[in-house]
Structure formats: structure tokens, C-alpha cells
């Protein structure tokens, strides 16, 4: 079995989740926003659904979140990120399945800093459905056709 330690963190960073987003969820305040955003991409992946609505700003955080189990989260990119003072913002793609169906949400998100924590304040989603076809590149980012990695057997 695999444990905590080993296992590499769903953002991409190549970290063990431990020693990267895992400690965030585990309840060390995220440094950037930047990091906050990683974090809460990987509480998604993870269905983390506590700490993703500890993480979101109590002036716009929904009342309840419906994570759907049946989405598996791929691939990160960072796009652009940036803070000014106690404001941030970063701008992500997200490639996610959904059982045999592929889609990127896009975002441009925005956080604030308060009271010695980042948190999500809320963002310009878009969702795009991909369709790769067998000689594509996968979308999950791994450089391989898609037929050889996460296409159909």
C-alpha cells in the first residue's frame, strides 16, 4: 500500500503530496496564492471537501459543495499568477474525465489575505469538452499518443 509520504501530489509539482500540497490541507496557512489555488486543485482531486470550503472566503463561500466522485482530475497548469498586497490572483487550466468525456476549466481566479491566511474569494470559470482523437497528445500531460496512455482499450 502506499502511503501519504509517497504518493505525489495531484498538482503536478512532483513533490510528494506530504511535503507539498498535503501540509496545506493538514493546516499550514499557503504562502501565495498561488499555492492556495495548487492546494485546493489537489483537495479537489483528493475530494477534500472540508478543506475546500475552509479555504473559500466566507463572503462568497456556497452554503454546500457537490463534489462529483465520478470526476478525475488530470492535469494542472499555471498559467499566470500574481499578488499585490492582500489581493492575488491566478489564472489555471484544469483538465479533468468525467468517465469516457474530457474537458478543461479554464479560471482566472482571485484571493484575498486576511487575518494571516490566504483564501479563495471567486473566479471566471470556463469549461471547454475535449474530444482527443487516437494520435492526439493525451490531454493528462504525460507527452504520449492518447491511444498508448488514457484512450480507449
Known amino acids: 500500500m502506499t502511503s501519504l509520504r509517497e504518493t505525489s501530489c495531484p498538482c503536478g509539482s512532483l513533490l510528494p503530496l506530504a511535503a507539498c500540497c498535503g501540509r496545506f490541507h493538514a493546516g499550514e496557512p499557503a504562502s ?25 472566503h466566507p463572503s462568497t463561500r456556497p452554503t454546500a459543495l457537490d463534489l462529483d466522485a465520478s470526476t478525475r482530475w488530470v492535469r494542472l497548469e499555471v498559467l499566470d499568477h500574481g499578488q499585490d498586497g492582500d489581493r492575488g490572483r491566478v489564472h489555471f487550466r484544469a483538465t479533468f474525465r468525467e468517465g469516457r ?13 486576511e ?15 475535449l474530444k482527443p482523437g487516437r494520435n492526439d497528445p493525451c ?4 507527452g504520449r499518443k492518447f491511444k498508448g496512455c488514457c484512450g480507449p482499450a
Open 115 to 129: 487575518a494571516g491566511r490566504w483564501y479563495y474569494l471567486d473566479g471566471t470559470p470556463s469549461v471547454t469538452r
Open 32 to 56: 501565495t496564492p498561488e499555492a492556495l489555488m495548487r492546494s485546493r486543485y489537489s483537495a479537489f482531486a483528493l475530494c477534500l471537501q472540508e478543506y475546500l470550503q475552509d479555504t473559500w
Open 139 to 142: 490531454p493528462c500531460g504525460s
Open 101 to 113: 468525456r474530457w474537458g478543461v476549466l479554464e479560471e482566472n481566479s482571485r484571493f484575498v489575505h
